[in-house]
């Protein structure tokens, strides 16, 4: 179920077993000591989460995080054709729900800067969904 969503999530998220049992292993281990409560998961480290167009022609990006800065951008707009492409497959998600994944995989980036760049996508998916609970 939480690979199905992932691929909805991110169409070319498209990793091997090894890998998806490595990205699993490190998303369960960020997770630990986190709770449920992005904003103040995010507040605690320092970050703020800001909206901003980060899309461009062909390419949705639904969220970015700036470690510089200390700020979280969420592209609203990408993340309305997000929950247009979920519904047309079935699942329905809220803005409210998808922004909720959006900034939880950013805080995945936050929290585990060292996971290694062959699983970090899935990972990041991983880790966002059970935050959410919206992987169960
Ligand atoms: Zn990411």
Redesign the pocket.
Known sequence: MCRELAKALTPRLNVGEELWSAAAERAAEALQGVSGDIAAELEKRGFTAEYRDLSFPGVLVW?R?ELAEKKVYVDREALKILGERLAASGRNASSAQLEALVLA??L??IIDGRCPPQY??PA??IFSLRLTGAGE
Do not use: Q, T
């Open positions: 969220g995080v995989h950013e995945f980036h970090c996508e990041a998916v």
